[in-house]
């Protein structure tokens, strides 16, 4: 990944490489085409992402603060765990709110295994990061000036909405249907995989307007999974926000890497295109 300051970012490298059983093989494979620094994601069920008060410390207390605030509600030991914030930013009039934050653990039992892999690999680890940061990378290329966004994507995993605000990540939910479930569709019929798609949805947006009133969202955005077309006809007639198929070449240069021309090849690299701005974004000049 490539940041310009003048021009959209540029997807300069994309290779996937398949892999039966052993990761390691694989990295190894793909090490010769990897330059600079690396970041790889946790998948859903590794991490607990949780929406707390912001602790009342010094910055440089604040993890600690955080993690024994969550120490009831994570399910391993967080004396043994990984624990990161991220701030919500409260804006303006923001009804009284008081100040939240995202508190994100991961156990050692999950972290030390992935940070040997690559230390075995012989591939330099910048970050471990989530999935729901590298989407809100990619959200905010999307992002209309003074307007929140909201960002749906799914993949084997289940679906995963973001909302997205001057870059900043404000809300996130896990919907549990993935791609294959929601491209075999199971109909429009009362209570089929669409419906039972759009209630998380509509629950989501809902939640979102009563914490956040003083943030407009200007459309949702589908990443073109195999049936998605047809699912953002039936979001479009159930949701008064506008509801749009993403075009990630509206935000991003594919330009170096033709594989990535067609709309599913691109929701397939959607995650590893997020992690890559992360990391580009933290590089040295």
């Not at 992002?143 to 966004?149: F, P, Q």
């Not at 990540?169 to 199971?186: C, D, N, T, V």
């Not at 589908?222 to 159930?238: C, H, R, T």
């Not at 330009?255 to 590893?272: D, N, S, T």
Request: charged share 20%; glycine share 8%; hydrophobic share 45%.
């Amino acid at each position: 990944m490539r940041q310009r300051t003048d021009a959209r970012p540029e997807v300069s490298g994309w290779e996937s490489v398949a892999y039966e059983g052993v990761e390691l093989d694989a990295l190894k494979r793909l090490r010769g085409s990897l330059h600079g620094r690396c970041t790889t994601l946790l998948r859903h069920g590794q991490y607990q992402m949780l929406q707390v008060p912001a602790p009342q410390v010094p910055a440089a207390e604040r993890s600690q603060a955080v993690r024994w605030q969550i120490k009831e509600m994570v399910d391993f030991p967080v004396a043994q765990a990984g624990v990161d914030v991220l701030d919500i930013p409260v804006a303006q009039g923001g009804g009284g709110r008081g100040p939240q934050v995202f508190a994100v653990a991961a156990s050692h039992a999950v972290l030390t295994p992935r940070i040997h892999l690559f230390q075995d690999a012989k591939i330099p680890l910048a970050a471990i990061d989530i999935p729901e940061l590298a989407q809100r990378n990619v959200a905010v290329l999307f992002e209309e000036e003074n307007r929140g966004l909201a960002f749906l994507n799914f993949d084997a995993d289940g679906g995963r909405l973001t909302i997205t605000y001057k870059g900043e990540l404000y809300a996130s939910r896990h919907i549990e249907i993935g791609a294959k479930e929601l491209a075999a569709r199971g109909g429009e019929a009362p209570g089929g995989v669409f419906e039972r798609v759009l209630l998380d949805v509509q629950r989501s947006l809902d939640n979102f307007d009563r914490n956040f009133s003083f943030i407009t969202l200007a459309r949702l955005l589908v990443v073109p999974i195999p049936g998605a077309a047809a699912f953002v006809e039936y979001l479009k007639s159930n949701l008064y926000q506008p509801v749009e198929l993403l075009d990630l070449s509206k935000g991003l240069d594919f330009a170096a890497v033709p594989a990535l021309a067609a709309p599913e090849q691109q929701a397939a690299a959607l995650l590893a295109i997020g992690a890559a701005l992360r990391v580009e974004a933290k590089a040295p000049a």
